[in-house]
């Protein structure tokens, strides 16, 4: 019996440890460097507290939060950010969905070949695909010629540099993010309930509105959650296809750091960035927990 | 239209559905009372499904025609028939509660609110499930949830009510409840209902006919009884109940059976034909008695080889001794009349098997 308890005990202990080590210690560090003050140093920031003489003081503030509040392009990158990332999350939903559910109507052989082919270009590494984009997208790019050759426009578009290409970048990047919760949901849907749904009167797009979309949204909301929530920090497709103007977090976290190498105030838009993140996370899984009938 | 025409729910006309080469239903022909409970009888894989579906618009059939009061639905979407089934797995909307599962299908057809919870209302009252309308389905047991999935079927008073496997997901105990209780309700209804089965026992407490189908044929159609003590082929005398066959022919009217001992006389009701045939003989229409003179019709001696107890009945299954047939093994059932059995049967035993003319089934040996 013993073995039994100390292996059930490793079993969960385990995601704590993992949590506690790469989670909970590294944002710790992060929240005290946010409560200290930018200094010419190594580390460059100050301590948070002292202990001298059996005399402990704090010397901790929010200076660097009342800053982010002050100056309004913290704001509008927050703004900027959340922007972005909700509609190419949308626009990705639009994508994966119908993606998702013909991958998992289709028979066999097909059904492994179109799930690998989803994930295939994962195997490129990220910053690659979103580089190749570039080309295509450029204004002399193979997209502006494949339509000035069909007759389509006359002058190139200006496609790159633009909300535009970093919606497209965000959305190719992150599809297989999107259809594999949502293909993983369709499978475990009893077909039978889309036949009830049919066999007492529904034509097909009610079927879909009433029946396989409310039992799949588990999928679309953990689908969602993974797009929208690296989408927010993203770093790479602003910087590479938006334009020099374009304001995300991801960016302005990078000059605070890179830059500015203002370590406090960078800290504090992470941790900022971090709690926006966490609320959508928290009422998320109360809804969950609700349709658990858990606590009910 | 005229009324001889309309006389039946369904016609089942010439109907067949090939998957690739293989004919899941073969040129079925059927026509459904009007208020009758049909079932479709058969092992897995005979088309019974196949047919069913067909019925529901799930499955397009290769060929044939189905007619529902008279009007083809052939080009109809299952979602413009006027036929709602209850499914084996009961597929009731695991996010809708009770009530929304039953407004669903009358929501499809526009009715004002009111009128859509007087009717659920009155199928949740005709199933006895007023009291679980909020529920959702998994807070349900099994016979619950199914008495759900029939008010949800019933709910758009269909001219055409389709039970796949109706007792598939139940326990057995709960079973023969419910197909009694079942079939009460969709008679007090008065819809027209075909099911589809795997079990005699259900197709023969539930149904007012019973279509047996095999290899995507129909077997035989006919009354429960009438398919029990008729049986027209050996497929469904074997497959409904217990028999035992024994090879003869008939030869200028004369019968002659090579596996019995003595002379096998057969009672009148049979089909008269020619050419080789089965003797079949229901285990329970044998009498079983102690060693003595054998008659001179319809008699045979033979040992005991086996006995089962089950309660109500002894199975006790006898070896032949002379003839061509002996060694044959013939199943008998042994009624359990009193506790303190007054006549028992050891391993071993001589014993003579005789029985009535009118017991014996004559049927036609299957073309080679």
Redesign the interface.
Known sequence: MKGVFAHKFWVVVWPYIWMLVFFALPFGFILKISLAESMIAMPPYSDIWSWSDGHFTWLGSFDNYRFLLEDDLYYLAYFNSLRLAAVSTVLCLFVAYPMAYGISRMEEPYRSLFLLLVILPSWTSFLIRIYAWIGLLKTNGLVNHFFMSVGLVDEPLTMLHSDFAIYLGIVYGYLPFMILPIYANLMKL?H??I?????????PW?VFL??IL??SMSGVVAGCFLVFIPAVGEFIIPELLGGPDTLMIGKVLWQEFFVNRDWPVASAIAVVMLTFLIIPIYFYRRLEMKQL?VGE | MNDAEVQYAVEVVNLSKHFDDVAAVDQVDLKINKGEIFALLGGSGCGKTTLLRML???EKPSLGDIKINGVSVLNS????RP???M???Y?????MTVEQNIA??LK??KLPAAQIVARVTEVLGLVQMEKFRSR?P?QLSGGQQQRVALA??LA?KPALLLLDEPMGALDKKLRMQMQLELANIIESVGVTCVMVTHDQEEAMTMADRIAIMDQGRIMQVGQPREIYEFPNSKLTAEFIGSINLFKAVVTGGELTCAELPGQVVAGEANAVFEGPCYVALRPEKIRLDAARNLDATNCAAGKVNDIAYLGSHNVIHVRLDAGAGQGKIVQVHVSNFARHATQTFDFEQPVVLSWDRDAVVLIKADQP
């Open positions: 009893d039978s309930l036949e009830a749904g049919y066999d007492l009167g529904a034509r009610k009433t029946i409310p039992l009938g | 529901a618009g799930f979407p299952p979602y413009q036929v709602n089934m499914f084996q797995s597929a009731l909307f695991p996010h669903f299908g499809q057809d959702k998994a949800r079927s758009k």
